[in-house]
């Protein structure tokens, strides 16, 4: 077990995704980043909402030994209390990688969603738009431009 999955499981501790323990949710979501050839956000994946759901902070990532680029992108994904969607989805799209990573947790999300939760799905299909306004650039890579048109086509 690698240390951001060690984290990952402590800080949520006996949270649930739905009725699932919540590590099916971050190995969804590790899954469909290996599925794009994106492995090299995994320790991102399995932290991507620690700093959200937890007492961790960014700084208690560095002091575990958490890299400080993987730390970064965790933090751009990472929804404060305050502020609107057109805010948190600006500080995502700082950093491709944090791109990458908000759009496989939102993938996991609409697909876990559709059958199991309609009323987030329909939050989700909503946000699509601000989501792609604020997030989407032509200079991403080939990769992260078949992640945009899979997540839009989950929503057809």
């Not at 700084?59 to 805010?87: P, R």
Request: charged share 25%.
């Amino acid at each position: 077990m690698c240390l951001a999955q060690k984290i990952a499981l402590a800080a949520h501790g006996d949270q649930k995704y739905g009725g699932n323990p919540y590590s099916y949710h971050l190995e969804a979501v590790v899954g469909l980043l290996r599925e794009y050839s994106l492995a090299q956000l995994e320790d991102a994946a399995w932290l991507h909402d620690v700093l959200e759901d937890s007492n961790t902070s960014f700084f208690d990532l560095i002091e575990a030994g958490v890299d400080l680029d993987t730390a970064y992108v965790v933090s751009l994904v990472t929804k404060g209390l305050e502020g609107s969607n057109e805010e948190y989805f600006r500080q995502v799209s700082l950093s491709e990688a944090a791109v990458q990573l908000k759009l496989a947790d939102r993938m996991c999300n609409v697909l876990e969603s559709r059958s199991n939760a309609p009323s987030l799905f329909k939050k989700y299909r909503k946000e699509f738009r601000v989501f792609f306004k604020y997030c989407y650039s032509p200079h991403y890579s080939p990769t992260t431009k078949r992640m945009w048109k899979d997540l839009a086509e989950l929503f057809v």
